[in-house]
């Protein structure tokens, strides 16, 4: 195997990763801490598109962990950058919260449930049969399925939720269609915050609690992988996937030193 280059830039997950059921993991403020010091450009991802980055920032903040608002990207705003260049100044039916709704609005769609371009469907706490049904119907007469991030589950601390796939899964069934997941794994992602801190790929590092989305994500988009244990996967899970990533660690404290 070729040896790898040094790492000049890191992205890494934020739940289960940075935090676990919203407290901060042990060693994350440090390690945030040590990237800002270090100068080297980095951005904390999430599948979830509730949150508008401003909202994610001070959620953050309040738990010590320093992560400036352009350093935060959301499978939201990945969403509407797509769109934007798909269908520039396009409709769409929404279902979600204001992390997704405010990333359209910005790029300049029009939300609306009148023969719009596209549905979108996105994480919320409030799924409503109303919702999914006007989203049914529409996609059946011609809009294009779109959703934020194929997780199926989510974490609480009451324990796992439904999350976008499950919801994407029962629309599909009822229409037929599939929809097109933006967010991780799809390399989409990883490839336009790659180009927004100005990284390569071959210089550049992945961090992820889930084999599924992050590690896949960061192996497709050609980034050096670490797998963190304080999220949902398990050790004894790791081997049941057709691919690993570079290294396991204990928790994101383990990587302090590889900056």
Do not use: C
């Not at 294009?144 to 994407?168: C, K, M, Q, W, Y």
């Not at 097109?180 to 927004?196: A, H, S």
């Amino acid at each position: 195997m070729a040896e790898r280059k040094p790492i000049e830039s890191w992205l890494t997950d934020m739940d289960g990763v940075l935090i676990h059921e919203g407290v901060p993991v042990p060693g994350a403020d440090r390690f945030v801490k040590r990237l800002r010091e270090s100068g080297k450009p980095f951005l904390v991802l999430t599948n979830n598109s509730i949150y508008t980055r401003r909202d994610l920032h001070a959620r953050l903040a309040r738990m010590g962990l320093d992560v400036p608002v352009e350093a935060i990207w959301t499978s939201a705003l990945a969403t509407a950058q797509f769109l934007d260049i798909q269908r520039p100044g396009g409709s769409a039916y929404v279902i979600g919260e204001a992390g997704l709704t405010t990333a359209l609005h910005d790029v300049g769609y029009v939300l609306s449930d009148q023969a719009p371009d596209y549905v979108v469907l996105g994480e919320t706490r409030t799924y409503s049969f109303e919702a999914l049904t006007k989203a049914i119907r529409l996609i059946n007469d011609g809009a294009r399925f779109i959703a934020t991030n194929p997780d199926h589950t989510g974490p609480s601390a009451e324990g796992a939720l439904p999350a976008t796939g499950s919801v994407a899964a029962l629309i599909t069934k009822a229409t037929g269609r599939e929809p097109y997941f933006v967010g991780k794994p799809n390399p989409l992602m990883m490839r336009t915050g790659l180009n927004m801190i100005g990284a390569h790929s071959e210089t550049s590092a992945m961090i992820g609690d889930r084999m599924d989305t992050d590690v896949l994500a960061g192996l497709e988009a050609g980034m050096e992988t670490f797998l963190v244990l304080t999220g949902l996967t398990r050790p004894e899970e790791i081997d049941r996937y057709p691919f690993r990533p570079s290294a396991v660690a204990d928790s994101i404290a383990d990587l302090i030193d590889r900056i």
